[in-house]
């Protein structure tokens, strides 16, 4: 992928999986039922390119999961190491997610944002992202 001064960028492996886990605890808001080896594993098993890291030195500084279905592209996990922040980092990021899209025939990405967590909103709205207020995500887990 893409590297921007020191900062580098590539797909994730099976072998980043415990890192990437043990950075989400510290860097990302919220949790999820997905957020585990297993799910993660399955993840990048599925699509090799969809986990895309940031590393500055060899140490992972961001993450961002940029999904697509073959429809609709899906943005998840954007998440910056807290002393890496307004570094440029999640932009870039964002712009390896939109790249690929782009290149997969995606026409339009959607991100999955907490509504509490105001700092990540300030960062979609400065990338160019927007709430759509006429839709509600509806959920149900498969699994406990």
């Not at 960028?9 to 510290?26: E, I, N, Y």
């Not at 570094?87 to 899209?101: K, P, Y």
């Amino acid at each position: 992928m893409a590297a921007m001064d020191d900062l580098s960028l590539r797909s994730a492996t099976a072998a980043d999986l415990d890192t990437v886990l043990a950075f989400w605890k510290v860097s990302a808001e919220g949790t999820s039922i997905s957020d585990d080896g297993d799910g993660v594993a399955r993840l990048v098993e599925r699509d090799l390119d969809a986990l895309i890291l940031a590393e500055r030195d060899g140490t992972l500084v961001g993450t961002v999961i940029a999904g697509f279905d073959g429809w609709r592209c899906h943005l998840y996990r954007l998440a910056v190491h807290p002393e890496q922040r307004r570094r440029g980092v999640g932009g870039a990021l964002l712009a390896a997610a939109e790249e690929r899209f782009a290149a997969l025939g995606g026409r339009r990405a959607d991100a999955m944002v907490l509504d509490r967590n105001e700092p990540a909103q300030h960062a979609w709205r400065a990338a160019g992202y927007g709430p759509q207020p006429q839709w509600s995500r509806w959920v149900k887990h498969l699994t406990e």
